[in-house]
């Protein structure tokens, strides 16, 4: 479905432990359109809430996920079994691209939609006990542009022990970010709300999942 092009405009990104590649992937006329296809055949799981530092708490965005048979994914106390590829074939498509252009192996995608700039993520770390530790893990943006932080696990809250600049990108639709090892150990990233922002994105971050 998708061409391999000849050269990408790879951006590195780099601090103390952090190291991210960033690539505008798709023009907006593509990016437009796999929106559009998202939009009509994605279905969103019923699972409104997540166990987070002992509570439960109401998920800001809608989530799903699709994968390889026999996976499970657990994060924040909720254990779910993703859909098969075949109910949204392109995003095997994107999958397959993927791994053309990184090299790297994708066995899950874990799909967010943002209504607008209310819908947001809080900080946190991917350290499900399911993930191939030293994968990167490639996030795909579609839609809305959205502010997304990285802050050192050191430098959060009032037990902060050290003074490390947090890193904010922008991702663009369409654009592709490569979150490699040992990024997800050091850092926690977000997606904070921006109020003035009315239009929805949604995300895809493809994983290597250990097979259950």
Known sequence: ????????????????????????????PEANKLFQEAEKVIKYDSVSKVF??????????RQTSFGDEGLKYTFS???????????????????????????????????????????????????EKELVRSSPIASLSF??????????????????TRNIDPVKLELQNGSLLLMNHPTNHYWYHSIPVRKKLVC???????????VN
């Open 1 to 28: 479905m998708f061409t391999k092009p000849s050269q990408l405009k790879w951006q590195k990104i780099k601090s103390e432990n952090l190291d991210l590649d960033y690539v505008q992937l798709f023009s907006n």
């Open 52 to 61: 987070v530092f002992g509570k439960y708490h109401s998920v800001p965005r």
């Open 77 to 127: 106390g909720v254990t779910v079994t993703p859909q098969h590829w075949k109910e949204a074939p392109f995003l095997q498509d994107l999958r397959d691209y993927l791994v053309d252009i990184t090299g790297q192996t994708f066995n899950f995608v874990l799909v967010n939609r943002y209504k607008d700039g209310n819908d947001h993520m809080g900080e946190h770390r991917d350290d």
């Open 143 to 160: 839609g809305q542009a959205r502010d997304f932080v990285f802050r050192h696990k050191d430098c959060r809250g009032r037990t902060s």
């Open 200 to 210: 929805p994105r949604i995300n895809f971050t493809f994983r290597h999942m250990l």
